[in-house]
């Protein structure tokens, strides 16, 4: 039989006061199991008519204000926050039978992050983010290979291709997140996080 935590919870749940802490824990379980993109999430937003949209991005770093993901500012997603900052995120592991949502609200990270992961990326993924009208309609694909080329040319030093100002990071800072272990006969088990208005956080168990 597994061993259960305080609240009676599979182990796996731990007892940390903190989401951000258990988050870590599972977040290191998925980069065993998952065998592509362990960091990989749907992120569901909304635009100024409430009309919602759903996507895949990367996690590209997480700490106790938020988690982390870039993209082209003028792609939909970025309108979209743009519009209305509140979304959510959605990890599932199918390895793990796990699943973590986590809500709250999205503002832009600083130029200074912004540079510095930027610096990390491959050429080919510099170039792309100054080649790709991200998210506008595309003639054909010789288009957008033109553009490549273009840029290229443009950048040829690999190790000295700035950063477009069209081209940051997003950081949604939670309100609620929530741990999700599946069970035998749908009988789920779900913990629940969330920020009381002194800024501390709160757990709940939630029925599957």
Same mark, same amino acid.
């Given at each position: 039989m597994n061993q259960k935590n305080?609240?009676?919870?599979?182990?796996?749940?731990?007892?940390?006061?903190?989401?951000?802490?258990?988050?870590?824990?599972?977040?290191?379980?998925?980069k065993k199991t998952e065998i592509n993109d362990p960091n990989a999430l749907s992120l569901a937003t909304s635009d100024k008519k409430?009309?919602?949209?759903?996507?895949m991005v990367l996690l590209k770093d997480f700490n106790n204000d938020g988690f982390v993901f870039y993209t082209n500012l003028n792609s939909k997603k970025s309108d979209d926050i743009k519009s209305n900052p509140n979304a959510s995120m959605c990890f599932h592991w199918k390895s793990l039978l796990r699943q973590i949502r986590i809500m709250g609200k999205i503002s832009k990270v600083s130029d200074i992050e912004a540079d510095e992961y930027y610096k990390t990326r491959k050429y080919g993924s510099k170039i792309g983010a100054?080649?790709?009208?991200?998210?506008?309609?595309?003639?054909n694909r010789e288009e957008l290979f033109e553009s490549i080329e273009k840029y290229?040319? *443009?950048?040829?030093? +690999?190790? &000295?291709?700035?950063?477009?100002?069209?081209?940051?990071?997003?950081?949604?800072?939670?309100?609620?997140?929530?741990?999700?272990?599946?069970?035998?006969?749908?009988?789920?088990?779900?913990?629940?996080?969330?920020? *009381?208005?002194?800024? +501390?956080? &709160?757990?709940v168990l939630l029925n599957p």
């Open positions: 305080n609240l009676g919870l599979d182990n796996c749940f731990s007892d940390l006061e903190n989401p951000i802490e258990l988050f870590s824990e599972w977040f290191k379980e998925a409430g009309i919602p949209s759903v996507r100054w080649a790709s009208n991200q998210s506008k309609i595309l003639t290229k040319e *443009k950048y040829p030093n +690999e190790n &000295n291709v700035p950063r477009p100002i069209h081209w940051s990071g997003w950081n949604l800072k939670p309100t609620e997140i929530e741990f999700w272990l599946d069970g035998e006969d749908r009988i789920h088990q779900r913990l629940k996080y969330f920020k *009381k208005e002194n800024d +501390e956080w &709160n757990k």
